[in-house]
T-cell receptor, first 118, second 113 residues
Framework: GAGVSQSPSNKVTEKGKDVELRCDPI?????LYWYRQSLGQGLEFLIY????????KSGLPSDRFSAERTGGSVSTLTIQRTQQEDSAVYLC????????????????FGPGTRLLVL | GEDVEQSLFLSVREGDSSVINCTYT??????LYWYKQEPGAGLQLLTY?????DMKQDQRLTVLLNKKDKHLSLRIADTQTGDSAIYFC?????????????FGKGTKLSVKP
């Protein structure tokens, strides 16, 4: 079946512009995650959606970052007034959701969106 | 706070075994994961282990977990050039970080023919 897809695969923008990154999770997965991978760094958690619950936004680095998930499926990560330090690979993952077994918690990742802010 | 540590580089010869090590700090983690990232690609799940297990084997991969020392390792038998990639160790966030994974910075495995 189809995996997690993300678009665009690459995005080049000018400092100060807004960008929107899209994630389509695996069908039937109720949990969705956004991470950021900066050059030479590990993956940094940004935000987590689980079903209809309020999202866990504890990883968002500033109020320029926001995300929404419409209809419990597709998610959009928006970065306003982009800065050069926002340049990174933005990875989305999804899981079946819920707890109690590895198969429900296991996260499957998309290919990422490579963002370059000039 | 929660932290996951890995060595940054490992170089082996084709046909040898590779052992990638990881230490973590959150003793409440339920699952521990190994992901593989090839150049320009996303993360591919390799395997995971439940915290009450001490070993899991899957074909050429063997995961060892020492919960007392909070040490996790991934052994790749008969390493091939196609195994060259970055390997990430991750723990499931417990406590106040339910849901997200805590990743190490990744170990770059280079396999020489």
């Amino acid at each position: 079946g189809a995996g997690v897809s993300q678009s665009p695969s690459n995005k080049v923008t000018e400092k100060g512009k807004d960008v929107e990154l899209r994630c389509d999770p695996i069908s039937g997965h109720t949990a969705l995650y956004w991470y950021r991978q900066s050059l030479g760094q590990g993956l940094e958690f940004l935000i987590y959606f689980q079903g209809n619950s309020a999202p866990d936004k504890s990883g968002l680095p500033s109020d320029r970052f926001s995300a929404e998930r419409t209809g419990g499926s597709v998610s959009t990560l928006t970065i306003q007034r982009t800065q050069q330090e926002d340049s990174a690979v933005y990875l989305c993952a999804s899981s079946l959701g819920g707890s109690g077994s590895g198969s429900r918690e296991t996260q499957y990742f998309g290919p990422g969106t490579r963002l370059l802010v000039l | 706070g929660e932290d996951v540590e890995q060595s940054l580089f490992l170089s082996v010869r084709e046909g040898d075994s590779s052992v990638i090590n990881c230490t973590y700090t959150d003793s409440s983690s339920t699952y521990l994961y190994w992901y593989k990232q090839e150049p320009g690609a996303g993360l591919q799940l390799l395997t995971y282990i439940f915290s009450n297990m001490d070993m899991k084997q899957d074909q050429r991969l063997t995961v060892l977990l020492n919960k007392k020392d909070k040490h996790l390792s991934l052994r790749i038998a008969d390493t091939q050039t196609g195994d060259s990639a970055i390997y990430f160790c991750a723990e499931s966030g417990g406590g106040g970080s339910q849901g997200n994974l805590i990743f190490g910075k990744g170990t770059k495995l280079s396999v020489k023919p």
